[in-house]
C-alpha cells in the first residue's frame, strides 16, 4: 500500500518529470535548428532520461498499490535566447526537480514511509550527478566563449555523465 500524501506527492512529480522532458525535447529541436547537433543529441538523450524518471515513478506506484495520474502534455517555450542561456534554463530546472524531490523525501519521514524513502533515494542521488553535469557544461562553455562554440558542441557528446535512467 501507499501512503495518501505520497501518493499526491509522486503524482506531482510524475508531472514534473514529464514536464522536464517536454522541456528538453523542445530545447534539443531548437539547438538542431540552429546547428548545434552535439547539444541537440545531448538534450534529446536528456529527454529520454526524464520520460524514464517518470515511468520509473509510474510503475512504483503501481506496484504499492496507488494510483499514478498520466498527465497531459504542458506546452514548453520555443525559443531559448543562447546557448548559455539555454544551459543555464537547464540547471535552474534542475535545481527546482532537486528542491521537489526533497520535498518528497520530507513527506516520506512525515508520513513515516521508509519504503518510499529508501526507493527515493536514487532520485536524490541523479539529481547531485545532473546538477553536476550541467554546472560541467556551463564552465565549459565559460570556457571556450562565443568564439569556439563549434569546439564546444563537438566535445559536449563526450560530456554526458548521469546516471543510468533504467537503474
Ligand atoms: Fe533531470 O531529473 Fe528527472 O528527476
Not at 525535447?25 to 545531448?42: F, I, K, R, T
Request: aromatic share 10%; hydrophobic share 40%.
Amino acid at each position: 500500500m501507499i501512503y495518501k500524501k505520497v501518493e499526491e506527492i509522486l503524482n506531482v512529480q510524475v508531472q514534473k518529470e514529464d514536464y522536464s522532458s517536454q522541456l528538453y525535447l523542445a530545447m534539443a529541436s531548437w539547438a538542431e535548428n540552429q546547428g548545434y547537433s552535439g547539444v541537440a543529441e545531448w538534450l534529446y538523450a536528456q529527454a529520454e532520461e526524464e520520460r524514464m524518471h517518470m515511468l520509473k515513478i509510474v510503475r512504483y506506484m503501481n506496484e504499492r498499490d496507488g494510483v499514478a495520474v498520466i498527465p497531459g502534455l504542458e506546452q514548453p517555450p520555443k525559443e531559448f535566447g543562447s546557448l548559455s542561456e539555454m544551459f543555464d534554463a537547464v540547471l535552474k530546472h534542475e535545481q527546482y526537480i532537486s528542491k521537489s524531490i526533497n520535498e518528497i523525501v520530507a513527506v516520506c519521514i512525515e508520513e513515516k514511509d521508509y519504503t518510499t524513502h529508501n526507493w527515493v533515494q536514487w532520485f536524490v542521488e541523479e539529481q547531485i550527478e545532473e546538477e553536476a553535469s550541467v554546472k560541467d557544461i556551463i564552465d565549459k562553455l565559460n570556457l571556450v566563449g562565443d568564439n569556439n562554440l563549434y569546439m564546444f558542441d563537438r566535445d559536449i557528446l563526450g560530456m554526458r555523465g548521469g546516471a543510468n535512467p533504467s537503474a
